[in-house]
């Protein structure tokens, strides 16, 4: 979320009021740019950022007009598909942020709308571009209603099609970014989004597309339409938050969540989970405030096979609720859990040695274990102490303890235990055990 992020250019600043929850608070890409290094010592490999084309000026009032103002300011309104939001920057600074994230090794996908314009747009007033309520000539199906009264797109017109896809070829182009998040997926047709994937990666192959189709599952065949080939690379797994809240709040057990992982299995590599989004409640807020739930969802989250999202602010503590909290503005310097912070640090970094599928080592009541690659995920959900067999020395990376035999795991804990290091090459060497000096044998 762009504008919440964090504010490094006050030149664009106008027009914003930080105190109103549905205004405009002044981030952009030059503080994102800025914190690109904060992204960096995550361990975070992509961001994604809001949509960048110029949105609708005039604010929006929802309870038939009589809610508080509600300004464009998450991009989901766009107004032109040429010009870079102000309040945002510029396309040079965005093109500064692009090369920013590469010069540290991360990539950046940019979250694109095509299925409609913002209240007012002035496309809304061409019937030829577009469904508007106000015309009354919006559909009932997925693709050709208007959702949350939006001017619906006509995006199985060619001429609107065309458009689109320039503009957004023009996009991947001038950004240099990696990959599109295309939002509401569901309400537009599949050939128009084959279109557009066949158009940009011509231009720029090995560009990525990770779509939103709400209520996709990695358990189900729901999304299969758009994971065929020339559609989505990637979709999200609603299903996932779900499961997380349920199980570490004892809601369910280990043998629901083994259940759930293993359904999921065939397809997570497709999927993106999360604990939380710009859309829904933040985690921390489901679980009640409590910090060891927060970990053990993290842990989980980030530790299983499929493609972990940490929404801005998760990993420091941000508490946010419903509409228009769940975008508050990212917590900085004493306002973060720094704590909490490391934790998730030394789980992002635990993650590049998990590889593979998932075999379920436990499921039984609170107790989750499971082995990847290397790596063997231990999650405790429960209140007691968890006692555990061990193969081989092992150590626990989110505490550095050491592991032998077994391993004694609090309540309301994770870990996530690697083979012990190798000695290496410049460690002084231990004293060897004289009955194994070569010549002597072993009485
Ligand atoms: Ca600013
Ligand atoms: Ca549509």
Not at 231 to 246: G, K
Not at 263 to 272: E, F, H, K, N, P
Not at 355 to 362: A, S
Request: aromatic content about 10%; overall charge negative.
């Amino acid at each position: 979320m762009t504008d919440r992020f964090a504010n490094g250019d006050a030149t664009n600043d106008a027009g914003s009021h930080p105190a109103l929850p549905g205004a405009y608070h002044g981030g952009d890409f030059a503080g994102l740019l800025g914190k690109l290094d904060y992204l960096r010592d995550l361990g975070v490999g992509l961001v994604w950022i809001s949509p960048v084309f110029a949105n609708i000026a005039e604010p929006q009032h929802g309870a038939g007009g009589k809610g508080p103002p509600h300004w464009g300011f998450h991009g989901y309104w766009p107004h032109d598909f040429d010009h870079v939001n102000e309040h945002f920057g510029t396309w040079q600074s965005l093109r500064a942020l692009v090369d920013g994230a590469h010069e540290r090794g991360l990539g950046l996908f940019i979250d694109i709308v095509v299925n409609h314009v913002g209240y007012g747009a002035p496309l809304s007033q061409r019937a030829d571009w577009t469904r508007s309520p106000a015309r009354g000539d919006c559909g009932q199906d997925d693709v050709d209603k208007c959702i949350y009264g939006l001017p619906d797109l006509r995006t199985e017109q060619p001429a609107v099609a065309t458009a689109l896809v320039r503009a957004y070829s023009e996009l991947a182009t001038r950004s240099g970014c990696d990959g599109f998040r295309v939002d509401a997926v569901k309400h537009v047709g599949l050939p128009f989004l084959a279109q557009l994937r066949q158009a940009v990666v011509a231009l720029h192959p090995g560009f990525r597309f990770l779509g939103e189709v709400w209520g996709t599952r990695a358990t189900n065949s729901y999304g299969d339409p758009w994971l065929k080939p020339g559609q989505m690379d990637w979709l999200f797994d609603f299903e996932f938050a779900d499961q997380a809240v349920n199980f570490v709040t004892g809601v369910s057990d280990a043998r629901a969540l083994d259940e759930y992982l293993s359904a999921r299995a065939g397809r997570a590599g497709r999927y993106v989970h999360y604990l939380d989004t710009h859309d829904v409640p933040a985690f921390l807020t489901r679980v009640g405030g409590d910090k060891a739930a927060m970990k053990l969802g993290a842990a989980l989250e980030l530790t299983v096979p499929g493609i972990p999202l940490v929404y801005y602010g998760d990993e420091v503590g941000r508490t946010t609720t419903d509409w228009p909290e769940h975008r508050s503005d990212m917590p900085w310097g004493a306002a973060q859990d720094t704590e909490l912070l490391a934790y998730y640090r030394k789980l992002i970094a635990a993650r590049r040695e998990l590889r593979g599928p998932l075999t379920r080592l436990h499921a039984d009541g609170a107790h989750y274990g499971f082995r990847r690659g290397a790596g063997v995920v231990l999650i405790n959900a429960g209140d007691g102490e968890w006692k555990v067999p061990v193969p081989g020395p092992a150590v626990d990376v989110l505490t550095d303890k050491r592991v032998t035999g077994s391993f004694r795991l609090a309540g309301r804990t994770a870990a996530v235990l690697l083979p012990a290091p190798p000695m290496r090459a410049n460690a002084p060497v231990p004293p060897v055990q004289p009955a194994l000096l070569p010549g002597q044998r072993v009485r």
